[in-house]
């Protein structure tokens, strides 16, 4: 009789990839990012920094389920979302999840 | 005797034919304009739609749907720009007569404000893109990331920065 586990984290061999992060292009200042994530995934990311601050463009490119700041958001794909925020949550639901961040960065004190 | 019966059943007719389309084909229509999902195909009649989704003291965001055979120009305010594709789309040097460059859905590309650009359709769907106006012009140029840069990176479970 065969026997079928499900699958964790410490039963494979390396780190298990569930998505890939690919910066696009950039000039210091502005940078766009192309995400994916297995479904199921989660991936929080930071954008917090003392000497500056990032303004956001999220675009779904699937079905995401995000938060910005805690403040959850449901997007459809193509949807738009901007945010100052300084921590961001994107889950996959059950497919893939897909979806574009251009960050435009300002310092916080001009002078 | 015939005759007019037969004119005024026509009337009748007519008339039932006016209030069939009022009530039911004319504001399915209007609503095909206004609210049309944009998957649907659209015919090459139907005009450019831009929508402005946000704007914000960086960014002024704005969608477009061009439908087939369609040309949008893209760029008028000379600021830069960048054009994210939502669907298959083609994107061209307006002002400069060099083939237009096929994008697939999700590519993203910088446009500088001195170069107008233009988006059509390059399949059998409506050209789709959301276009970001940048408020702000820095000298700093633009850079894609290429090989021998490392520009993705592995998302791994369970690990954090």
């Not at chain 1, 995934?41 to 956001?56: E, K």
């Not at chain 2, 003291?57 to 949008?72: H, M, N, Q, T, Y």
């Not at chain 2, 140029?141 to 592995?154: A, G, V």
Request: hydrophobic share 35%; proline share 6%.
């Amino acid at each position: 009789m065969q026997r079928t586990e499900k699958m964790q984290p410490s039963d494979c061999d390396g780190p298990a990839e569930i998505g890939e992060t690919t910066l696009l292009f950039t000039n210091g200042f502005v940078m766009a990012y192309r995400h994916s994530l297995q479904s199921g995934g989660t991936l929080s990311s930071s954008y917090y920094s003392s000497a500056s601050r990032d303004h956001l463009l999220f675009i779904a490119l699937s079905d995401v389920h995000a938060s910005f700041d805690g403040e959850d958001e449901q997007l459809k794909a193509g949807q738009v979302y901007t945010s100052d925020a300084t921590q961001v949550e994107v889950s996959a639901g059950q497919t893939e999840a897909r979806w574009i961040v251009v960050r435009v960065n300002s310092p916080k004190h001009p002078n | 005797m015939l005759g007019r019966k037969s004119a005024s059943t026509l009337g009748n007719m007519k008339i039932f034919c006016y209030a069939f389309l009022t009530l039911f084909l004319l504001p399915r229509n209007e609503f095909a304009q206004v609210g049309a999902k944009p998957d649907e195909a659209s015919p090459s009649s139907e005009p450019l739609r831009e929508r402005m989704l946000d704007e914000n003291e960086f960014f002024r965001v704005s969608r477009l749907d061009a439908p087939i055979g369609k040309v949008a120009l893209i760029g008028s305010h000379k600021r830069d720009l960048i054009v994210i594709a939502l669907s298959e789309i083609s994107l061209s040097a307006h002002s400069q007569s060099v083939t237009p460059v096929p994008l697939p859905e999700g590519a993203v590309r910088f446009v500088s404000g001195e170069t107008p650009s233009a988006v059509s359709s390059s399949s059998a769907a409506s050209a789709q893109v959301v276009v970001a106006d940048l408020k702000q012009h820095w000298d700093a140029e633009i850079r894609e990331c290429k090989e021998p840069k490392k520009c993705s990176h592995p998302i791994v479970m369970g690990r954090q920065k």
